[in-house]
Nanobody, 117 residues
Framework: QVQLVESGGGLVQLGGSLRLSCAASTSISSIILMGWYRQAPGQLRELVATITPNRGTNYGNFVQGRFTITRDDALNTVWLQMNNLKPEDTAVYLC???????????WGRGTQVTVSS
């Protein structure tokens, strides 16, 4: 099972930016779907963004053009660039990787993002 380690979270002010990284322990070139979810205290986990091997992307409705997901298969890494952050973006951001439709996704432990007003 692929191991995932997130980094890049932190405390930023309203309107600030962060770039999250998700480093995988194995090659990601054949992983059919990678991406990010987030979970705030007392809230359900919600989709932030996903990316396929051919760079197809999908974003949660709340993103509204503020976030960009990218991947570099040579580095086995997925990034999430987050701009114009809002206090409601405060959450733990979790990376996931789904190797195939036959496999359950692997999850990282998450990185905390806190946006102050």
């Amino acid at each position: 099972q692929v191991q995932l380690v997130e980094s890049g979270g932190g405390l930023v002010q309203l309107g600030g930016s962060l770039r999250l990284s998700c480093a995988a322990s194995t090659s990601i070139s054949s992983i059919i779907l990678m991406g990010w979810y987030r979970q705030a205290p007392g809230q359900l986990r919600e989709l932030v963004a996903t990316i396929t091997p051919n760079r197809g992307t999908n974003y949660g409705n709340f993103v509204q053009g503020r976030f960009t997901i990218t991947r570099d298969d040579a580095l086995n890494t997925v990034w999430l660039q987050m701009n114009n952050l809002k206090p409601e973006d405060t959450a733990v951001y979790l990376c996931f990787a789904r190797p195939s439709m036959m496999n359950s996704p692997s999850w990282g432990r998450g990185t905390q993002v806190t946006v102050s007003s």
